[in-house]
């Protein structure tokens, strides 16, 4: 798989930081997009192989078995590894959006489909 524009990790902080309520932090040296101080992504310590995402176990296990080259399941099953340079920014920005979805508040929720014109 060759992918055009590789993933970097200012491009991973530009994203999630896009997002209602979210912040940067750190833990154990690592860099962590957080909302109300719950992790949504993580920046791998290089900052140039990849990044974690806290998904949801179906949607980490879909996509660590359909494709193990880009994609690897990790703490218990509800983080993906994403491996930069074998993902596109519009898939990964996608992947970060749900993350982000799956931990942010109902307020920040509406916020950002009300930005974006959703309903």
Not at 18 to 44: G, L, N, Q, Y
Not at 70 to 79: H, L, Q
């Amino acid at each position: 798989m060759y992918i055009c524009a590789v993933i970097t990790e200012a491009m991973v902080r530009r994203l999630a930081l896009a997002f209602p309520e979210a912040v940067e932090s750190s833990h154990f040296d690592v860099a962590d997009f957080r909302v109300r101080k719950k992790i949504f992504a993580t920046i791998h310590p290089t900052g140039k192989s990849g990044a974690l995402l806290r998904l949801g176990a179906d949607q980490t296990s879909t996509l660590a078995d359909s494709d193990p080259d880009t994609f690897k399941s990790a703490g218990g099953g509800v983080a993906l590894i994403v491996q930069f340079a074998r993902v596109g920014k519009a898939h990964y920005a996608h992947l970060i959006e749900q993350a982000w979805r799956a931990i942010a508040p109902k307020k920040a929720l509406a916020a950002r489909d009300a930005r974006r014109g959703k309903t």
